[in-house]
């Protein structure tokens, strides 16, 4: 069974085919992203227009790619919430056009599931086995930090997130005080790789009876710290990036970790943008072999937004 997945709710126009929501037969995604870092964030009214300009080719890419024609497909599916509304609203406006167009069933995808979902996803002839579920699944990314228990695809219960900045947004207004550019997390891991360890020491909020984070306290620190160092002088980015980076990542890996032994749960899946940082990544898989927790990332390009993620949820949504 294939599905086209389309999503469009940040500076990404993507457009995917997945089988049996499995197997990835195309995968494009177009960003926006450069035209936005001058201005350090995302404009919105940047992406919708380049979102309307190009989600036409964005669509016959992935179905030429998939060489699957039109009509083969079973059903479409577009990113329904949340995002960007004049973004979801060019995909959505797009895929009821299309799905309308083809007699074919249309179905909204919820964006935060569809990045945990993207742990089911393979490239053809990949045999590894799914992750085994129920489940804890945490979503780092810009717009959202939060954790779910997963029964299985379509049961997701939100059970912590953020009560202030998403982990992401963190990232990129620090990468801003210190002056690293925009996307902030990737900038960030670079600095802070400049860095072996540091003396400085930042810490995120515990709040250890709740799931909930906070990441807004953090970032307010960092601001402090640079205008109270700042002037004297040599400024050690690099240590500022690798300290700020520590304590995030750490406080990520304790509470997905936390949730995964509240809920009896062997399997940790991970999703959103900053799924890609490496320091996330190492201390969660070295922590959960210890605690005995079996710890799930897609692969880099699936972390960030993509269409795959779409249609390969969509197919348990039938
Ligand atoms: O999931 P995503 O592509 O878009 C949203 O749905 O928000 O996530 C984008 C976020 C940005 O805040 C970006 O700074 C962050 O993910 N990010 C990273 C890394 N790569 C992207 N954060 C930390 N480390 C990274 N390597
Ligand atoms: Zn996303």
């Given at each position: 069974m294939n599905i086209l997945g389309i999503e469009t709710s940040c500076d990404e126009t993507a457009a995917a085919v997945v089988k049996d929501g499995r197997t990835i037969l195309s995968n494009v995604v177009v960003s926006s992203l450069r035209e936005h870092s001058k201005y350090g964030g995302i404009i919105p009214e940047i992406a919708s227009r380049r979102q309307l300009a190009c989600i036409t080719a964005v669509v016959d890419e992935a179905l030429r790619r998939a060489g699957s024609d039109e009509h083969r497909l079973q059903a479409i599916a577009v990113t329904g919430f949340p995002g960007l509304i004049g973004s979801l609203l060019v995909g959505k406006s797009f895929a009821r056009a299309y799905a309308a167009r083809l007699a074919k069933p249309l179905y909204e995808i919820d964006h935060i599931q569809a990045h945990l979902y993207a742990n089911f996803l393979r490239e053809?002839?990949?045999?590894?086995p799914a992750p085994k579920l129920p489940g804890i699944g945490l979503v780092v990314s810009g717009g959202h930090t939060s954790l779910y228990h997963v029964r299985d695809p379509r049961h997701f219960r939100l059970i912590g997130r953020t009560r202030d900045d998403a982990a992401g947004e963190a990232f990129d207004k620090v990468a801003r005080v210190l002056e690293l550019g925009y996307p902030g997390g990737p900038a960030i891991e670079k600095k802070a790789g400049e860095a072996k360890k540091s003396a400085i020491k930042f810490t995120c909020a515990r709040m250890p009876d709740t799931l909930d984070f906070s990441f807004s306290g953090i970032k307010t620190a960092v601001l402090y710290h640079k205008r109270e160092h700042a002037a004297g002088g040599e400024y050690p980015v690099a240590e500022v990036a690798h300290a700020f980076q520590d304590s995030v990542t750490e406080n990520l890996a304790d509470k997905a970790l936390d949730a995964c032994q509240k809920y009896r749960c062997r399997t940790l899946l991970v999703g959103g943008g900053v799924a890609a940082n490496k320091s996330l990544r190492h201390k969660l898989i070295d922590r959960g072999r210890i605690g005995g927790i079996n710890v799930h990332f897609p692969p880099m390009p699936l972390c960030l937004d993509n269409a795959a993620m779409i249609a390969g949820l969509a197919m348990h949504h039938q």
């Open positions: 053809s002839g990949d045999r590894t």
